[in-house]
């Protein structure tokens, strides 16, 4: 279900560059959500400010050393990329890491000697006969290391990692659990129409929304309501109960279908408004894209959890959907 949610992928370049990079973005299409830097820079801010707020809005970096300059070092004249692209490189480098930036360099461009020795894509000229190949052999590299990194998942500047461990160890896992545990004791339950059964299977599934507009509470409560959900109070033995979302349709079966949409969300939803210094109704382009970059990362985060739980794996699963 995760599948579709791709990375967002930052491409960089000089003017001269652009050709390149719209093609680089052309080709990396398939595997991250792609903004050339032409679409990202505002008005009324240096471009120093704009390279520096774009940090926590992508997961990956591709900055393209075209060479666009002439340099002048010890005597002898050499190509050389545009200073500012380096400039961006080792600004997203400290940003996001070394790991989820690249630089891709093209033949015969001289690069600061603090690089040497860093493999690093390279591409011909433009003018060069097999310019398409190399790009496209470049852009390979890139998304095998993309899909490499992809397994793993980083702390972030916004805490949607750390909510998600919370979420997953105070509240999944230990509901689990005690159902299964019920489950062994075979203990009847009840709904809220005094309807009594027994589970004889266990799932749990968690919807995402795809954006934090609304408050979490609102969305649970809309979509109870819509699809005819009731209430479940789940009781742990040593921390405090909590009610769940079942879905009535199975429980004839013995299936005992528990649905929950994370309030802790709403934390998320507050970083990002005090991260982005809001001041406005609605939505600018940025605060969309750090949005789905941090449920994004919630989600993983929640599958990476999922996967390594003996009791979870199997029986919870996750859902990104419209609410």
């Not at 340099?71 to 490189?89: Q, W």
């Not at 600061?112 to 398409?132: A, V």
């Not at 994370?262 to 382009?285: M, R």
Request: with cysteine; proline share 3%; aromatic share 8%.
């Amino acid at each position: 279900m995760l599948d579709n949610v791709l990375p967002t992928i930052f491409i960089g370049s000089s003017k001269e560059g652009l050709t390149i990079a719209n093609e680089m973005a052309r080709i990396l299409g398939s595997t991250g959500k792609i903004t050339v830097w032409t679409n990202l820079f505002d008005l009324n801010k240096s471009s120093f400010d704009n390279l520096t707020s774009q940090l926590s809005f992508f997961d990956y970096a591709v900055l393209i050393a075209s060479t666009d300059d002439v340099t002048l070092s010890r005597g002898r004249k050499t190509m050389s990329p545009r200073d500012n692209v380096i400039f961006e490189y080792g600004l997203f480098t400290g940003g996001i890491g070394s790991s989820r930036t690249f630089l891709v360099l093209q033949e015969s461009s001289k690069l600061p000697s603090d690089l040497l020795g860093i493999t690093l894509p390279r591409i011909p000229l433009i003018q060069s006969p097999d310019f398409g190949i190399k790009l496209n052999e470049s852009c390979e590299l890139i998304k095998q290391h993309i899909e490499s990194k992809e397994a793993t998942f980083d702390l972030g500047f916004l805490p949607s990692t750390t909510l998600a461990f919370g979420y997953f160890s105070n509240f999944i896992e230990r509901t689990v659990e005690r159902l299964l545990e019920d489950k062994s004791e075979k203990k009847d339950f009840f709904l809220q129409n005094a309807t009594r059964f027994n589970i004889s299977d266990l799932k749990v599934t968690i919807l995402i929304p795809n954006d934090l507009s609304d408050d979490m509470f609102k969305k649970v409560s809309a979509k109870r309501l819509r699809d005819g959900w009731q209430k479940l109070k789940v009781e742990p033995k040593s921390v405090r109960d909590y009610d769940f979302s079942i879905d009535v349709s199975k429980v004839d079966d013995g299936l005992l279908h528990l649905v929950d949409i994370p309030l802790t969300l709403n934390a998320l939803n507050k970083s990002i408004e005090l991260y982005s210094k809001k001041e406005h109704i609605g939505k600018t382009v940025k605060e969309n894209l750090l949005e789905y970059r941090e449920i994004r990362n919630f989600a993983r985060t929640l599958q990476y959890l999922i996967c390594r739980s003996a009791l979870c794996n199997g029986i919870v699963d996750i859902e990104i959907v419209n609410i």
